[in-house]
């Protein structure tokens, strides 16, 4: 079947096979619809978690008896690690998130993050590797992850920094805002290609083709 990024909770995954690495896709909680990924390493069978949001009895089966080398949370905020404690203790999984965000995610969720991220750590998933790139603004340690698929075009999970029609919420804050469009712009825009494919926090996945023409829209309209 033909891959599209479209889930909602209580619904159906959906699941991009690639040359290296396979990439599914799951919808939690139907007040927040909260998007979960798994990363598989085709070669190898490693396994990596970004945003255990919700839903911790669907996730750990979703996972399966290989494991997590990791859980990465994209960013502090409470509906993206409801779950981390108890994907962490079933899986195996090391916490990871970005360093300025660490603290608050052990303090909501009891769990310690084992590596804190920076921009430009690398972080394997089996033969292949995701590279982090900080989109400070939506919250101090925000980051997105690469894949840069040597078979194809990038894929970029972005939790809430970037979506489909803009960035994320700074909740009114104009130096934040002034931060993360920059970011976005500086980090994602300026490096990728139009072919990249986008994977958000919450709703259905975009390419950076179809969102690059608003980035002065979305600038001017500061938010």
């Known amino acids: 079947?033909?891959?599209?990024?479209?889930?909602?909770?209580?619904?159906?995954?959906?699941?991009?096979?690639?040359?290296?690495?396979?990439?599914?896709?799951?919808?939690?909680?139907?007040?927040?619809?909260?998007?979960?990924?798994?990363?598989?390493?085709?070669?190898?069978?490693?396994?990596?978690?970004?945003?255990?949001?919700?839903?911790?009895?669907?996730?750990?089966?979703?996972?399966?008896?290989?494991?997590?080398?990791?859980?990465?949370?994209?960013?502090?905020h409470?509906?993206?690690?409801?779950?981390?404690?108890?994907?962490?203790a079933a899986t195996g999984g090391t916490a990871m998130a970005g360093a300025p965000d660490a603290a608050a995610i052990t303090d909501a969720t009891g769990v310690p993050i084992g590596v804190g991220l920076a921009d430009g750590h690398r972080i394997p998933v089996g033969e292949s590797e995701l590279e982090v790139i900080a989109l400070r603004g939506h919250t101090p340690g925000s980051v997105a992850l690469l894949y840069d698929d040597p078979a194809g075009t990038p894929h970029l999970f972005t939790g809430d920094?970037?979506?489909?029609?803009?960035?994320?919420n700074t909740f009114g804050d104009a130096a934040a805002f002034a931060q993360l469009i920059d970011d976005v712009e500086q980090r994602v825009f300026a490096r990728l290609p139009d072919a990249t494919w986008l994977y958000p926090g919450h709703g259905d996945d975009s390419t950076l083709g179809a969102e690059r023409p608003h980035l002065s829209e979305w600038r001017r309209r500061g938010w």
């Not at 139907?30 to 070669?43: D, E, G, I, K, T």
């Not at 396994?47 to 994209?74: K, N």
């Not at 409470?78 to 962490?88: I, Q, Y």
Request: net charge negative; hydrophobic share 45%; glycine share 10%.
């Open 161 to 168: 920094s970037l979506f489909p029609g803009g960035v994320g």
């Open 78 to 88: 409470w509906d993206h690690h409801r779950a981390l404690a108890e994907v962490v």
């Open 1 to 76: 079947m033909t891959y599209t990024g479209v889930v909602r909770p209580g619904g159906l995954d959906d699941t991009l096979e690639l040359a290296h690495l396979t990439v599914r896709k799951v919808a939690v909680d139907p007040a927040m619809a909260n998007n979960s990924y798994l990363l598989r390493c085709r070669h190898t069978g490693a396994q990596v978690m970004i945003d255990a949001a919700a839903e911790p009895e669907r996730l750990i089966p979703w996972v399966g008896d290989a494991g997590l080398d990791a859980v990465i949370t994209t960013h502090q």
